[in-house]
């Protein structure tokens, strides 16, 4: 089972190719662009901010999958790629959105560096197979016009079970689980989480720049922090520094076993409960939740701007440009 998409030395490789890394001056201007390749990689590049555009790749995989990869900010990669787990409590099913997606609808932005991604799952009840539903997550990824931020807003819609005399819907019994790779350091990372006093954050470092992870839960109700985290080392399978992905996604049991802090070529993963308690079996709940990726000179600096962006939601980024 392929743990992400690239190595460390493949990023730092490839970054320094990316057209959209050339420097356009020190002011922020709102603008955009963005190229396709031939294996279905779309190369966003935003706002420059500090000499150096913030960028992203929205991959799309042959089977089906979809995947933000290759975050850059100043001239120097920052994450390898973001991938989202969705966990089925009571099935106990858990699937990721490069590996297991039966199809993925992609669309790009023409004059806004923002990118559509619906990928959708099948979910079928492992002791009764006839009983199946296939969940869909949107995700909205955009590049902030007002700081060095990228913003990736998401929902979740269940449909509804078939055959239909079952029930109309599933209730909402959902964790969704982010795992990030972050990837500054050319040979080192630092990665801890900490907290602002109102959101969680995951903050990654090679002491001269940072990259903030944060995330907001918007609809049906607002929350900011995260429910348990995990640091961990890209490629570990046991121990106190197996990976998030290992520990979220190849263990699948719906919980993180509590890492705060590691170095080196680093994973971090955390989870929302998506869960509300509120469905009558005929209508569920849309969720909405926020990922906020702010990028820094410093930690404080990092953590500012991805709390800014996910306070300001898509809608608000999206009309700045």
Do not use: C
């Amino acid at each position: 089972m392929r743990q992400h998409t690239m190595s460390r030395g493949t990023v730092l490789q490839t970054s320094a190719a990316i057209g959209g890394l050339a420097v356009v001056g020190g002011a922020a201007t709102a603008s955009a662009s963005s190229t396709e390749s031939e294996d279905g990689r779309h190369r966003i590049d935003g706002t420059d901010h500090g000499g150096s555009p913030v960028g992203f790749d929205l991959v799309e995989y042959a089977d089906g999958g979809a995947v933000v990869e290759s975050v850059t900010a100043y001239e120097s990669p920052m994450i390898a790629d973001l991938h989202t787990v969705l966990w089925d409590s009571e099935w106990e099913l858990a699937t990721n959105t490069r590996d297991d997606a039966i199809g993925a609808d992609v669309s790009v932005g023409d004059a806004i560096p923002e990118t559509t991604a619906t990928v959708e799952w099948k979910y079928t009840n492992p002791d009764y197979a006839l009983v199946r539903y296939w969940p869909e997550i949107t995700q909205r990824a955009i590049v902030s016009a007002a700081r060095p931020a990228l913003l990736i807003e998401r929902d979740l819609e269940l449909g509804a079970y078939a055959p239909p005399r079952y029930a109309a819907s599933p209730e909402l019994r959902h964790t969704v689980y982010s795992i990030a790779n972050p990837t500054i350091g050319e040979e080192r990372t630092d990665g801890w989480v900490t907290d602002d006093g109102d959101y969680d954050a995951f903050v990654a470092t090679d002491h001269e720049y940072s990259v903030a992870i944060v995330q907001r839960y918007v609809h049906p109700t607002v929350r900011t922090g995260f429910d348990g985290h995990r640091v961990g080392d890209v490629g570990v399978e046991e121990g106190e520094n197996r990976s998030a992905w290992a520990d979220i996604y190849e263990e699948a049991d719906g919980w993180i076993d509590r890492n705060d802090a590691s170095a080196g070529d680093i994973h971090f993963g955390t989870g929302l409960s998506l869960e509300s308690g509120d469905d009558d079996g005929s209508e569920t709940t849309v969720p909405t939740w926020r990922t906020g990726i702010g990028f820094g000179s410093g930690d404080g600096e990092a953590v500012d701007n991805a709390i800014a962006t996910v306070e300001d939601g898509y809608e608000t980024e999206r009309d700045r440009y």
